[in-house]
């Protein structure tokens, strides 16, 4: 077993976020950054267990995961959504389908909703590959269980979405909004990058989940009155 750990400057992030213009400051979410801190600076196992191979409807899954992340990245990058929100917003919109059309297209492709998305299916790809190369062939039972562990996978995916979502790292005060490119390209990749590592390792959002209980069940230390 090798072991290694990697550690994010949150600050230096977001400073080189804005590119060539000033400074894009944190917002003051102190909790969230110290859990996302946390996070970076877990251990990380390599694993020394022999590949495995998978079924045939996860391997067409894996191909479809990573085509849909593909393609929801190059239409958070191209797809301008402000139009049908603004249709939506003034009904100027007529007819159910188009209505569906337009709903679709921000759900998809709206920065919010987006990388909500990428998140989720970056934890599947993170679970379809701790299952290839460090999965243990007992830790999961039959097809049923393999589900499960791919859809817990994804719930974590959007656990790390919420975080991110909360003003944790590179926000501004228009957070999600009006993003330019190189922006939103660190968003989706730092985003991903999180969203893999706990699908792929489970004790990692283990170890995530009880520092985000020890960090937010702290008694104030005037709570108990004088």
Known sequence: MAESSASIDV???????????SPLPVVAEPAAVAILQDLADLPQVVASTPLLRLDSWEIGASVAALGLWLLLLSAGLSVATQDYIDAIQHHTVSGVWAIVGSLFVISTC???????????????????GFRVTGGKPDAVDGVADRRNAYVAAV????????I???????LSDQAFTNLTLEKYIRLVGLSSLLS???GYNPDVFRQLMDR???????????SGGT
């Open 155 to 162: 719930t974590r995916g959007f656990f790390i979405f919420l």
């Open 11 to 21: 600050t230096s992030l977001a400073n080189e976020t804005n590119g060539r213009a």
């Open 212 to 222: 985000v209980d020890k960090k937010f069940s702290v008694v104030p230390p005037n």
């Open 110 to 128: 709206h920065t919010v909703t987006n990388t909500a998305l990428m998140c989720c299916v970056s934890a599947f790809l993170g679970a379809l």
């Open 196 to 198: 893999f590592t706990v």
């Open 164 to 170: 991110i979502q909360s003003g944790s790292i590179i």
